[in-house]
């Protein structure tokens, strides 16, 4: 065999080996690995949760079932992302008219010691009414981030060794009627051409 087509052959293996790691990663995080009983595309992703909503009343994912609705985790002491995540949901919501009390999304801090019920009502102010938060103790927050498979982590301060901040997943789950995961939803683009898309689900 020429080292030509020994490098060829190298190649295609790398190639193919890349596509099966790829495919696998794919169907873990879609939740289609494993017995054949799941319906076609179903995710792993979301499931039962009990929370605090922003007036320290209880909410559950039942409460969210009936309509299509976002979920964005994050903190009311992000700088940027927060912000402009919930700014662009308030947009979207906006461009949606009538339709937009077919829908809801739901803020969820992973940030429970600050975050108090309070601190996310005040926070919410800025955003659309549709637009809803929750908390709670460490442990409801730690089971609702594994059930929609979001990493956070405490990031303390340079500067003040009492201050910190915190990484986190910065995706937007779309969640159907059901409250079953569809796909991340993508906020990047003209609120009316989001808005056409939520509208699919409506």
Request: glycine residues 6%.
């Amino acid at each position: 065999m020429t080292a030509r087509a020994t490098h060829i052959l190298l190649v295609v293996a790398a190639f193919l080996s890349g596509l099966v790691i790829f495919l696998g990663v794919f169907l873990v995080a879609t939740g289609n690995m494993g017995s054949g009983n799941s319906a076609p595309g179903a995710s792993a992703i979301g499931g039962p949760f009990q929370l605090i909503d922003q007036d320290g009343k209880p909410i559950t994912d039942q409460d969210m079932k009936g309509k299509p609705f976002l979920v964005f985790f994050g903190f009311t002491h992000c700088p940027d992302v927060c912000p402009t995540t919930l700014f662009e949901v308030s947009e979207l919501m906006r461009s949606l008219g009538k339709d937009a009390d077919k829908t809801s999304a739901l803020f969820i801090t992973v940030d429970p010691e600050r975050d108090t019920a309070a601190k996310l009502k005040d926070y919410l102010l800025s955003f659309d009414p549709r637009v809803r938060a929750a908390t709670g103790d460490r442990a409801a927050i730690d089971a609702v981030e594994k059930a929609y498979r979001v990493y956070s982590k405490k990031v303390p301060s340079d500067k003040d060794k009492d201050d910190y901040s915190m990484d986190h997943t910065a995706l937007v789950y779309l969640m159907d009627k059901q409250g079953r995961f569809v796909a991340p939803f993508n906020l990047k683009r003209t609120p009316a051409e989001a808005a056409a898309e939520l509208r699919k689900y409506l």
